[in-house]
Structure formats: C-alpha cells, structure tokens
C-alpha cells in the first residue's frame, strides 16, 4: 500500500538548504520514493494553511518512508534541512 509523506518547510537558510536539495533526492530514489509535489505554487483555498514550501512525496508503503527518514544515505540531508529549515513532517498511509 503506497504511503505518502507531507513536508512543510520554512527556509531560514537559503544557502544551506540548497545543499540538501541536492543531496535529498537520491536518498529518496533509494527507498522507492519519488516527488509528487516539490516547492511549486501553493494556494490556500480554505483555513489559514498557507505553507512557504511543500513536498509531498510517494512511497511503496509506510515501512519504506520510514526506513529513508532513518536512514544512512538521508543522515546527512536530513541535518542539512533540520539546520536550515523549521520542517512540519507526516507520513500517511494510502490507498
């Protein structure tokens, strides 16, 4: 069952956070995932949810988005994003 993890970003760090954008993808290839969404234009169409960056990323299942997140090959990404970037981050379960 695919699973789907959702990124809120804010971008403290430009510099530093193009780094990670750089490092991030193969780690994400490595686990089965891949991009649906990736920083492009976000419009609120109701509440007040309006984040500067989102990513949406698909998965073959939760086991394996999880597995990336802890993994190896993302460690050093991921410290890059947690340095540059305050990260809001799900994983949900689809159908």
């Given amino acids: 069952m695919p699973a789907y993890v959702v990124v809120e970003i804010e971008v403290?760090?430009?510099?530093?956070?193009e780094t990670y954008k750089q490092l991030a993808p193969p780690a994400i290839a490595a686990y089965g995932g891949r991009y649906l969404v990736r920083g492009?234009?976000?419009?609120t169409l109701e509440g007040d949810w309006s984040p500067e960056r989102?990513?949406?990323?698909?998965?073959?299942?939760v086991e394996r988005a999880k597995a990336w997140w802890g993994s190896g090959e993302?460690?050093?990404a991921r410290k890059l994003r947690q340095q540059s970037a305050r990260?809001?981050?799900i994983?949900?379960?689809g159908l």
């Fill in 87 to 89: 990260t809001q981050m």
């Fill in 54 to 61: 989102l990513v949406l990323l698909e998965f073959p299942s």
């Fill in 40 to 43: 492009g234009a976000v419009e």
């Fill in 12 to 17: 403290l760090d430009a510099g530093t956070y």
């Fill in 91 to 93: 994983v949900a379960e």
């Fill in 74 to 76: 993302y460690e050093r």
